[in-house]
């Protein structure tokens, strides 16, 4: 079983700072290709911004990216995820949170970022290892000792 710490491990952590406009953090994220990111204040994570924030909270309401700060329009209730808690706890936060992104968090310190489908490629990994065990295991000959 995969601990989050080992998920992240040896990953860029990105992450966009609470006062930024909705333009920067767009553009930030657009060039580190990533659908969301957890929001900074100094060292402590104070939300998370995605793609659907920007799509309902600033472009369907109407609102300018280049003057609308993302701590106006992050998601503020966030659900967090520690370096020990398992892969599958991590998929239960996100599923009770309806969120599809995680903020790995130590002590207040923003660790990693998460995301759903990071935790169901492990999920994969994991099914696919163990179907190998078994069809080598199936297919094995067993051999014979003569006496």
């Not at 009770?96 to 998460?114: E, N, S, T, W, Y």
């Amino acid at each position: 079983m995969n601990r989050l710490h080992s998920i992240i491990g040896g990953r860029e952590v990105f992450a966009i700072n609470h006062n930024w406009t909705v333009l920067e953090a767009a553009r930030y994220m657009a060039d580190k290709r990533v659908g969301a990111a957890a929001v900074l204040n100094g060292e402590r994570v104070v939300g998370v911004f995605s793609e659907r924030d920007l799509m309902t909270r600033v472009v369907a309401a109407g609102l300018s990216p280049g003057y609308t700060l993302v701590s106006e329009v992050m998601t503020r209730d966030i659900v967090v995820g520690y370096p020990n808690d398992t892969e599958e706890e991590g998929i239960r936060k996100m599923q009770q949170a309806k969120c599809r992104h995680l903020p790995v968090i130590q002590d207040g310190v923003l660790l990693g970022f998460i995301s759903m489908r990071d935790l169901m490629q492990v999920e994969i990994e994991e099914r696919d290892h163990e179907i190998k065990l078994m069809n080598e295991y199936l297919h094995s000959t067993p051999t014979l000792v003569w006496q």
